[in-house]
């Protein structure tokens, strides 16, 4: 069984920066690509930004040239740097990765369990 654990959210004014973290735990398993999703209040979960295996990235028009999607196989974490903040950005952020098990054979859909951030002054 796969374990993701975030950290990082937290309340910060306009303009400033947050990193989220994400960690996976468990044995035997292998991280495919990984993403951070998130979801505002009254609306759909959307994908913020998503990151290969080897490191491909891609973002939403929304947060290009704010926020940054980076990984560390070593220690399967995956975090997001988000500098330059707006209040629409307050959302429930949650990580997502593709997960392949070893013991199984199988591959699969894994989530974190979410950090609030929000963005106000």
């Known amino acids: 069984q796969v374990q993701f654990v975030e950290s990082g959210g937290g309340l910060v004014q306009p303009g400033g920066s947050l990193r989220l973290s994400c960690a996976a735990s468990g044995s035997s398993f292998r991280i495919l690509a990984m993403g951070w999703h998130r979801q505002a209040p009254g609306k759909q979960r959307e994908l913020v930004a998503a990151?290969?295996?080897?490191?491909?990235?891609n973002y939403a028009d929304s947060v290009k040239g704010r926020f940054t999607i980076s990984r560390d196989n070593a220690k399967n974490t995956v975090y997001l740097q988000m500098n330059n903040l707006k209040p629409e950005d307050t959302a429930v952020y949650y990580c997502?990765?593709?997960?392949?098990?070893?013991?199984?054979?199988?591959?699969?859909?894994?989530w974190g369990q979410g950090t609030q951030v929000t963005v106000s002054s």
């Open positions: 997502n990765a593709g997960v392949f098990s070893r013991a199984t054979m199988s591959s699969g859909d894994y």
């Open positions: 990151i290969t295996n080897g490191g491909s990235t």
